[in-house]
Structure formats: C-alpha cells, structure tokens
C-alpha cells in the first residue's frame, strides 16, 4: 500500500484536479492506494478570514465565503458533477453559512467553532475529489481521517495521541478499496474537531502511512522536490534528489516550506521511503527522502534554509558560571509559558546564554524571564534580558558534513567576503547542520552566496598532463592554446598544461606552461621517465588533474590504473587499455566509478566521430545491442580507396603514415589488430565479456608480412608482394565492387555472440560501397532500432580528427566531477 498526499496547489484547479485524478490512477493500477488531500488552493486563508471577520462583526466576512463557494463550483462544474456530489458540498457550504451567522451575530463563541470552520476546505476537497475519481471510472470509498488521528493543542503545539491514532488507522490496511481522506484534521479524545495546523496535511498522511505500514508515502506539491534553497530567494536553486530522514527533518524545521516538518517523524520511525514529487510534472524525479544508511556517495552539503521573524534572546552574567540549575530554570520558564527555542548556544565561559525564538513570543519571553530572575538582575548578579528583533536563521544541512573538513570554513569566508555579519551560531555533535542567525535584511544575499559558493557551477581549473606530442598530440597543444579563452569565458574551465612528455623529454610547471612556444619548453625539459612523471603527477596532488595519453604506448596505458586511484583522471586516444585483458579493463571501469574519476576514450574506436558516447547513451537508457557492422579502420578505408594497382600498395600505404591515418607502427592497422581492438571495445561497452581472442581475422596481408621486424622491412615486403595486393583489386573491380575491410558483431537469437573482422568484397547495395578517404561508417541494430538501423558515418582517422576527439573528452572529463 502507498500514500498519497496531494497539497493545495496541487489541486487549485479543474485542471489541477484532472492531474491529481491521473497520478491516483496510474498508483491506483499498481496496487492499494490512500489518497489525502488538501483544501484547494488558497481555500484555508479564506476560511480563517471568514471566521475571523464573521467574529468581528465585519460585514465583508461574506465575501469569503461566496469566493470560496466559487472556487467550489468551478471545480464541480468542471466535470459536470453528479446530484449526490453536489448535495453534499452544499451541506457542508449551508453548515459553514450557519457558523458564519453564528459568529457574526455571537451566539457562539470563535474559539469553540474556529477548528471546525478550518476542516471544511479538506471535508468539500476530499468529496469533490472522490466524485470526480468516479466520474473517471475510478472506484473509491471516501473516509473521514478525523475518525482516525487523535490529537489536541497544547498551547500553539499540537499533540498526537499517537497509539491510539494508529490503533485506529491500522483497518485501514485491509481495505482492498482506493480510499480518499481529508488531511488536516482530527478529533479530540472527547470527539471534538480539531486540526494538525498549518502543514497538518502533510502530517495526516505521514500518520496514516505509519499506521497502515505503508510501502511507499508521496507528497505531491507545486515543485519538483526539496530545493537546495528557496527558489523565492535563489533563482539557481535545484531539485535536491535525496536525502536522509535527519536531513529532510533539519531542512524542514528551519523552514523548508514544501515538506511540513512533523510528517518526517512518523515515515522515519517505519522507515518508510518518502518522495517529494510534482503534480504537473510528475515523471521528474523529485526528492527521495530515506535512511541515511541507504543514501551512499551523497553531497557534502544537501541543502540551505532559513526562518524569518527570528528574535535572539540573551542572558549574561556571573551568576550563570557554574550554577546549579540555572538553565533549568531557564528553560521551564519558556517550557510553562509554551515558548518553542529554535536554536541554543551558550559560551564555554558559561557567562552568556543565547536562544533563538519566533518574534512573536519575543515579548512574553522578555516579561516571562524579568520575572523568573528579578532578585539576579535587581542585585546585578544577571544583566537584563537583551532581546534582539529583525533576525533569521540559516541553516547549512547534510549528512556527510561530519566526514569533511572545511565545509565551515567555506562557508564562513564566502559570508565575509560578502560582508555579512554572524551574530549566533550553533551545531550540534551530528554536525549534519551548522546554524547562524544574521541580520534579516541580508538573508537574500546570504542564500545566494552560500548557494554560489556550494552549489553553482565555478570556474573549474583543470590541470593537464600530456603525454604524446606527435602528430595528434601537437594538434591537440594547438587547439588548447587557441581555445582557452572560449573555455574560461563560456564553459567557466580553466585549462593549464601542468605536464608535457615525449619519448625523450619531460617538462612541468605547477602553474602551467605557456603553449606559444611548447615546442621549446619540452625541449629544454628533463629527461623523460614514465615513473618519474607519475610519480610527480603524485607529488603535485593538484586537484582536477588529467593524464592525456596520446601515445600508442602499451607501457604507458599500464600506468592508468594507479592513476584512477590517485584520484588522477585519463583521456586516451590509445586503445590499448581498453582492449586489455578483460579484467583489467573491468578494473579500470570500476575504479572510475566507485572514485568518481573521469576516464574517457571516445577516440579509441571513431577518432572524433561519437561512437562510444552514443553507444553508452543506448545502453543507459535500456537498449540492448542486437548487431554491429561497421568500417572501423579510417586507415585501412582510406588505403583500399585510394589503392587502384596504378599507384603501388606500398606507396598508398606510406602516403597514409605521412597523413596520420595509421597507427605509428601500420603494422598494427594492416594485420586487423587495430580493428580488432576498437570491435572489442565496442562490444565490452554494449555490455558483452570478450577477450580480444574471441574474434576472429581474415587476414589479407602475404605470408611473412607480420614476421618483419622494423616498419622498413614490411614496407619493404609490401612493395615485393605488389602483385598480390593488385590481385585482390582486379578481383574486386571485375565484379563491380569495392573492397572494405568490415567489423561484425552479431548477437544470436540464444545469446551466442559471433565477432569477425576481415577483408570483404562489397557491391553498390550495402551501406558503405560509397564510404571514401579516411571515413568510418558504423551501423548499429538495437532493440530499438530493428528494422531502420542508427547509422554513424564520417572521416575515422586523421590528426585533427582525433586531437578534436580527445578535446572533447577532455570537456566531458572537466565536467564529470
């Protein structure tokens, strides 16, 4: 069973209604459901306007009430209500009419009916609402929840009598029927109406999930969620998407207006998964609010409120130090005069106390505490009294606040920066919250700076090191250096090249090196060690730091997974790693998540094209990868496109090694290997477990070409096996078709997974007859895509390509934390 709790905004209007109506249905369709709701939208002020005026003898109390007869018939004859619906709104209309003339005419007395007069805003609601469900052809059964929650004011404190309350609700499980209840509401142990108060809703429907055991308890409302601040004051404010139970109950009590602080207590003590939805948008994901053991890897800071119309009240003197009782005393004084303290704090001096309360019971507390202690101040043992008005508390709240340092300092340096005065602060030994009491005038600029300084999006600095300044890598220098300024005025990154290496030399500079002349500064380096560099990767400690590989270097992908748990990023455009035994590409992939440290390597299988990015954007969103073919070598397109047995085989393949199509070795690209790796690693992320044994190769190369132990002597070979390349070409020609060297991976109707590159003849039919130069083209079958297949085409290979490739990573990767 779940609980629903619809406010009333969520049901201001017919249309407002008709939302609440399908959200019911759509829990209704999964299983038992309770629904309570609100009085419509703005309902309850008219009602204690109403009582009031009509006991002031004021002739406009009618007013009230004919608008919210009004609002009543709108939503009535919004679905063209039926007799019996209508008869019963009228009755309670007619019994509130009666009160009204009552109080006017003072037959009765306010404080005897104004309770009752407050409930009929939930008793028409709650009626409108259950006719309307069945209108819809929604069964339900309407229940009056002040039959069930037992409760009486003790002062301006209401009290539930929680036992009995829930000894009550608890038949209420066995209904299989979808029931409907008013909140607010409640009745004195004698039967006499009553209500919860203000947000008392919200609290009906937490009691009446605790007593039913609920599953599940919802409060939808007028915003998608908890805030990180109020959006009133901080327009940047967002959505917070969990919390622990002690956070939600700390961001409520110091004035968090969506959730009513009371209604956390009763999901707590069942722990019962509360959510904070939207009733317009109810497909957001809203707040989850939950234990705090379920909620892993939460922010430092959850969230900020803050309560107004605060006085601070304070106490000095010696007779405080070191007497027995004093803060008792102190304290049952406020307790008998039902004086609620927000907040405490009291010097270790013990000669000052500080409390925080509402403004409006400032001056009873000032008259309530001269009196308790005139013999301390009249023999000038105690100061008087010194009441302080026109104050706030903010309050800075979340869970992990206690696991890190510096959240105080954060906090207290951006206030002063900005000018803002603490007057009081408190944090208890949880340290999920640290409250401060300022000026009421500053709030505004107090939650706006906090939210800045904890939640906006700063200026990041990034800190690079490079390793692999060749074709590729010279390229990417050149595109760091022209777009940094974009990044810092755009993107608020700020980029800095701590460390540059190349096979011969190193250079680092902590505040990063001036790219005009890199070229000069990394001649002038040290000589270059790969456990020297990540030792002082190590060593620097700097925050944001990213090793950038672009090498083709097996040693150098070998250093990645100590990198990752030093909190060191990676962007890579060397596949190697990837395409590593499958352990330690697990490894890898595991360490990045569980550190939340950035790897990337978009470039390992298209260059610049978004082939992984796109891939893992299908599998996250639960498609499943049913077939790949694709051309996958830019290199080896670009040789067999260019190759017409005119121009030899050898030439067209160094013309490819001078434009940077092949790898450093073309050995790697020509024998399939590469190819290979790259079908591997897409088949790892589409979630399959290969290794690169299990894909198999049909080679094209002659006998021997792969035995040749420099790039000369293959070069060499190429250009004595001429014949044998032509061969493959006139073959090819003869029938009209074109040779390309494809990647397949199939997935079999029981799951047998089939991977094969090779060299294949194709015709004018298939998809890449038509791909020329360095292009790739990959064409993917998915669950979705069944009949008409995503089709990802364009140049694969190429310097500028790929260093655009690994820039881009290297955004991703600024932003990934």
């Known amino acids: 069973m779940v609980v629903l709790k619809f406010g009333g905004s969520s049901v201001k209007n017919p249309e407002a209604l008709g939302k609440v109506a399908s959200i019911i249905k759509v829990h209704a369709d999964q299983g038992k459901v309770i629904a309570v709701v609100s009085a419509f939208g703005g309902v309850t002020d008219l009602l204690i306007r109403y009582a009031q005026e009509a006991a002031a003898k004021s002739t406009t109390y009618q007013n009230a009430l004919d608008q919210i007869a009004s609002i009543t018939a709108e939503n009535l004859d919004f679905w063209d209500a039926d007799p019996s619906t209508r008869d019963v709104v009228s009755a309670i209309e007619n019994r509130l009419s009666v009160l009204g003339s009552q109080l006017f005419n003072q037959e009765v007395d306010l404080s005897e009916v104004y309770d009752e007069i407050l409930t009929f805003g939930e008793a028409i609601s709650s009626k409108v609402l259950s006719g309307y469900l069945l209108h819809q052809g929604i069964p339900n059964t309407l229940k009056d929840s002040s039959q069930f929650i037992v409760a009486e004011y003790e002062g301006r404190r209401v009290r539930v009598d929680y036992p ?21 509401m409640a009745r004195t142990k004698e039967g006499k109406l009553t209500t919860l108060g203000r947000g008392g809703s919200d609290f009906s429907a937490a009691l009446i999930a605790n007593g039913v055991d609920a599953q599940e308890l919802y409060i939808y409302t007028d915003v998608s969620g908890i805030f990180t601040a ?55 994901e809203g707040t989850y609010i939950s234990s705090s053991e379920v909620l892993i890897d939460q922010d430092t800071v959850m969230g900020i409120s803050h309560l107004s119309s605060i006085s601070l009240i304070t106490v000095e003197g010696a ?180 460390g540059m290496s190349n096979s011969k030399k190193m250079t680092f500079n902590d505040d990063g090196h001036d790219l005009k002349d890199w070229k000069s500064l990394l001649d002038n380096g040290d000589s270059a060690s790969l456990a020297d560099l990540v030792q002082t990767i190590k060593s620097l400690n700097l925050r944001n730091s990213i090793l950038i590989d672009n090498t083709a270097s097996q040693e150098v992908s070998e250093v990645y997974l100590q990198l990752l748990q030093h909190g060191v990023g990676v962007v890579t455009c060397n596949k190697i790693a990837c395409s590593s035994a499958l352990k330690n590409y697990k490894a890898l992939q595991k360490v990045s998540i569980d550190q939340k440290v950035p790897f990337y390597y978009e470039t390992n299988v298209g260059a610049g094209l978004p082939i992984i990015d796109t891939l893992n954007n299908l599998i996250d969103s639960g498609d499943s990868i049913r077939s790949i073919v694709a051309v996958l070598s830019g290199s080896l397109n670009f040789i067999f496109d260019t190759y017409n047995a005119t121009t030899s085989f050898k030439e067209v393949v160094e013309a490819a090694m001078h434009g940077g199509y092949t790898e450093p070795d073309p050995r790697i690209d020509l024998s399939g290997l590469d190819v290979r790796r790259k079908l591997l690693i897409l088949a790892r992320e589409s979630g399959f477990e290969l290794e690169l044994d299990n894909i198999q190769t049909t080679a094209f190369l002659p006998d021997g070409a792969l035995k040749t132990s420099t790039v000369s002597e293959f070069l060499t070979l190429l250009a004595q096996n001429e014949q044998h390349f032509a061969s493959l070409f006139n073959e090819a020609n003869t029938q009209q078709k074109k040779l390309k060297f494809v990647a397949e991976l199939t997935i079999g109707p029981d799951h047998q997974i089939e991977a094969k590159v090779g060299l294949k003849r194709v015709d004018s039919s298939s998809d890449y007859y038509t791909l020329s130069g360095s292009d790739n083209i990959l064409i993917l079958y998915t669950d979705r895509y069944q009949k008409q297949p995503l089709v990802i085409k364009g140049a694969g290979a190429g310097a500028d390509v790929t260093a655009s490739g690994i820039f881009g990573d290297i955004i991703r990767a600024s932003n990934h934390r």
């Open 164 to 184: 009995l309350t829930y000894a009550r609700i608890k038949p209420l499980s066995e209904s299989e029927d979808l029931l409907v209840m008013p909140g607010f």
């Open 319 to 498: 007779d405080l130090i070191g007497q027995m009782g004093f803060t008792t005393r102190f304290f049952e004084t406020l307790s008998t005069h039902n004086i609620n303290v927000i907040l405490i704090t009291q010097a270790s001096s013990e000669y000052s106390l500080c409390i925080a309360i509402d403004t409006e019971d400032a001056d009873k507390a000032e008259l309530a505490l001269h009196e308790r202690f005139k013999l301390e101040i009249s023999t000038g043992r105690m100061k008087p009294v010194r009441i302080e008005t026109g104050l706030s508390i903010v309050a800075l709240v979340g869970e992990n606040m206690k696991s890190h340092t510096g959240v105080s300092g954060k906090l207290f340096s951006s206030l002063g920066a900005n000018n803002i005065n603490i007057i009081a602060i408190a944090q208890g030994s949880s340290e999920r919250n640290i409250s401060f009491v300022i000026d009421e005038k500053n709030v505004k600029k107090a939650l706006n700076t906090i939210h800045e300084r904890f939640f906006e999006k700063q200026r990041k600095q990034i800190n690079l090191f490079v390793v692999g300044v060749g074709t590729v890598g010279s390229r990417l220098l050149n595109i760091l250096h022209l777009q940094r300024q974009h990044l810092l005025d755009k993107l608020s990154i700020d980029i800095r090249i701590v």
């Open 230 to 284: 109020d959006p009133r004051f901080v327009k940047q404010a967002k959505p917070i998407k969990r919390l622990s139970y002690e956070e939600a109950l700390e961001l409520s009590h110091f004035g968090a207006k969506v959730l009513y602080a009371p209604s956390v207590q009763p999901a707590f003590e069942k722990n019962i998964p509360l959510f904070v939805k939207n009733t317009f948008d109810p497909l957001a």
